[in-house]
């Protein structure tokens, strides 16, 4: 699917360098849009055996990745199984368990690639993602088919009769699969081999030909270096929200074995270490993220406020669809937000400057009003008033819109984003101790507004 950011970041630590390079990476299927529509719409035809939503049941879904550390708890999926549980194997970890005498009972299959049809093994029944290529159906025609939740996956299909469940969770297989298990009506879930880095150079627990020349990343978590493939950093950072997500709907989630996921889950308050500027260039890359935009609510409010004319600044611009807004009203937005993948690519017409705003900004940036909504809870106690000093620095007048509200996207990247999370009447006071006069303030529980501007003799001594 089309991406207009960059979904996953990593760093280089060159012997001589005083810092590290830090490269952004695009992670994008590993099969072209027009192949993935291509098997959907034929693996779909005249196929009435569709996953949809079942019942909450009291069954235990046992899911089987392929991690090094699978081969260290064969024997507690063994006892798992004889007590009552339903092993979903995924991909070649079918064949693992078989080899050992551990028949699955279902075969999870997602990737699209036509050599994934040679990790089908032996199982009760298969799943497979209506994007695989088409001749894992012709090998297991029996197979029940599954849709993944992609672009506009639902604009390809024609109407089918019983309806259907789009499956969440994306990023790969291992993300998907509890996501269709509780589909499947399954509460208690039970996950192995879900590793997501590798043990003595190897990313599996058996040889992987599709997967030996995979690029590697290094992430630091919890003091502690783990080596992963790119698909496999970016699952283990998406698995906790989605798998908070799971749990916040009733699924008791135990995640089995060793490495970068399980240790990211069994330490839910310790955060992997990164910048500011680090954490937001990552929760940027979350389409859930990237869904609202404070900026394009509050621009109407702003124009019958401040009614500006020229040059507006729009700090800490964001996906800079409040600037779109801003344009669109008559006026000429120039955009300033540190994390340079931001921006959808309708925003990126207009003028932008990376920049960290605890730093003062060039001279040359000035205009008579400013715009900054949903920013300042994002600054650390520390830094607020140095912040507020370096946007009115550049500006005349400026339009704050601010949370008031400890924030609910951070569980996603295993980090807190609102970090001076205050009331209205203190964030008043704080503009008037600055030296700043309200001209115009309201709010509820969750934001307040603030229209604030220099003292007149600042402004002329500016101009």
Known sequence: MPQPHASLRVKFQ??????????????VCNTSDDDLYTHIKVNSRNRGDWVKLLPEHDGMAIIVGSGP???????????????????FALNGAAKFLNDRGILPDYQIILDARRETSTLIDKAKKYLFASQVHPDCFVIKPEAQLWHLQIGDVEKELEWYEPAYALI????????????????LGYRNVHLFGYDSSNKDGHGHAF??????????????????????????????????????????SGVSLTVHGTGLLPDMWANPNIKETMTEQ????????LDEYREGSPGERCASNFFQI?????????????????????HEYGCSPFLVDFAVNSRD?????????????????????FAKYGYCTDVMEHIEPENVEKVIHNIMECVDYCFFQISLVDDEMGFLIGQILHLTVESQAWWQDLFVKLGYNVIEAHGNEIAAMFYVNKPLATQQERK
Request: net charge neutral.
């Open 69 to 87: 550390s699978l081969a260290d708890t064969v024997e507690s999926i063994r006892q798992l199984k004889l007590g009552g549980g339903t092993i």
């Open 14 to 27: 060159n012997k001589e360098a005083t810092m590290p390079l830090v490269l952004p990476i695009h992670v």
């Open 168 to 183: 969440g969770g994306a990023a790969s297989v291992g993300n998907t699969a509890p996501c269709l298990v509780y589909t």
């Open 306 to 326: 401040a009614k500006p004319s020229g040059k507006v600044i729009d700090f800490g611009s964001g996906t800079g669809r409040g600037s779109i807004k801003i």
């Open 278 to 285: 680090e954490k937001y260039e990552q929760v940027w890359q």
């Open 207 to 248: 040889y992987q030909a599709m997967n030996a020349d995979d690029p590697q990343a290094i992430t630091t978590f919890n003091g502690k270096e783990y080596s992963s493939s790119f698909t496999m950093k970016l699952q283990a950072e998406r698995f906790r929200g989605i798998a908070q997500a799971l749990v916040d």
């Open 345 to 365: 690519k309708e925003a990126m017409l207009f003028p932008f400057l990376q920049h960290d705003l605890t730093k003062p900004l060039p001279g040359d940036v």
